[in-house]
């Protein structure tokens, strides 16, 4: 029996259907806890969980899949050419599973392939798309989940102290920038640093971001060339477990030298701002709320946030998100969507300052909702010179 508590779709005659590659899927792996690089289907009914594998992946499916039955996808396509008929598609293999076994009506996820939903309205069964998450429960985290994504934050740690400590290392040239071995000490290299130690733990980190200067104003920009002394550099490590699909995600920022009195100013209320976010975490709090107060903060501070000279400067991100299957999933704690904080969640707080000419500071930390306000899952230390 699976172990996750899948909530059932409307009727006796109504499963969930999903169809996808589970390692680009949440849904999917929550659902089945199998990770394949391939499409299939697995469908919810009446209580039970099942899976359609290929013959490439059935034995292993059988092993790890946390479902209740493994069907064989040759099986009934073995059947449907013994019945006559030619065209076995993914869709006459489906109709003729799920009608045997009375569904008539689909549940399906909102990025449900379409062509795939035309071809089963085609044969009969009614197919409806559920907007917003597919399975509410996904974010409140088991204990079990707290502790894969736990140990992805340890991951995370351990590859941005490899960066740091490359960056610490490094001299400090006349001109300005930060060297190592007689070469420039560039992102990528510090990347490659924090993505093998990563690696080597069993877990994936890519697209890290370690972005020097005037590239730390664009909160995704991923960083790239010579880093430079004296100015702020980001560094935001966030990684996949191989084993289970989890996320950690932590982002600090330093300087290697000594920071201008602007950067100092700019990630002291930085600081604050995490701080003040931090202390209103907890169940039934806000997420909008949460991150005005943080705005309103800043602006307070004489950091507003706004367009100057055609870009935008300041806080013009969330405060954090819902970290799981997924790095960024709900809840979100921003301004577009109200999100009310349920214990159990997973979330950063992550708030930022980017101003062209000084740079940019973000600092985050993963959470934990409990029942009466949170713990931080993240150990890192907080310190902006190296």
């Excluded at 005037?214 to 880093?227: I, M």
């Excluded at 931090?278 to 950091?303: T, Y």
């Excluded at 969330?318 to 790095?327: A, R, Y």
């Amino acid at each position: 029996m699976a172990d996750t508590d899948h909530r059932e779709a409307d009727s006796s005659t109504e499963a969930r259907l999903l169809f996808a590659a589970s390692e680009r899927n949440a849904d999917l792996l929550y659902a089945t806890r199998f990770f394949a690089p391939d499409r299939f289907a697995c469908f919810l009914h009446g209580g039970r969980s099942h899976v359609v594998m290929n013959d490439l992946e059935i034995d292993r499916a059988r092993r790890q899949a946390r479902v209740d039955e493994v069907i064989s996808l040759s099986a009934l396509q073995a059947e449907l050419r013994r019945e006559g008929q030619r065209a076995i598609t993914t869709a006459a293999v489906l109709h003729r599973l799920l009608s045997g076994r009375g569904v008539r009506s689909l549940l399906v996820p909102f990025d449900f392939p379409a062509g795939l939903a035309f071809q089963l309205r085609r044969r009969g069964l009614r197919v409806r798309a559920k907007q917003g998450p597919f399975f509410d429960q996904r974010q409140v985290k088991q204990a079990r989940e707290v502790r894969q994504i736990t140990r992805a934050q340890r991951a995370a740690e351990a590859g941005l102290q490899a960066g740091i400590d490359l960056i610490r290392q490094a001299r400090i040239t006349s001109r300005g920038k930060l060297e190592q071995d007689g070469a420039a000490l560039t992102a990528e290299r510090v990347k490659e640093a924090i993505n093998t130690v990563v690696l080597k733990l069993g877990f994936v980190a890519a697209h890290t971001i370690v972005a020097g200067g005037a590239q730390g104003c664009d909160p995704h920009n991923e960083g790239h060339g010579p880093l430079p002394a004296h100015r702020p550099i980001i560094l935001d490590v966030f990684p996949r477990s191989q084993k289970d699909g989890y996320w950690g995600d932590i982002t600090r920022t330093v300087v290697r030298g000594r920071a201008g009195e602007r950067v100092r100013a700019l990630y002291r209320c930085v600081a604050e701002g995490q701080a003040l976010a931090l202390k209103q975490c907890g169940p039934e709090a806000s997420g909008r709320q949460i991150h005005q107060s943080v705005r309103d903060f800043f602006d307070s501070e004489g950091f507003p946030t706004g367009l100057k000279r055609g870009r935008m400067q300041g806080f013009f991100h969330g405060t954090g998100h819902g970290v799981g299957l997924e790095i960024h999933e709900a809840p979100h704690i921003g301004s577009r969507k109200e999100s009310i904080l349920k214990a159990g969640q997973v979330v950063t707080v992550e708030p930022g300052l980017y101003y062209s000419g000084v740079g940019g500071v973000r600092i985050e930390d993963l959470i934990l909702i409990t029942p009466r306000g949170h713990r931080n899952l993240t150990r890192f230390p907080k310190v902006l010179e190296i």
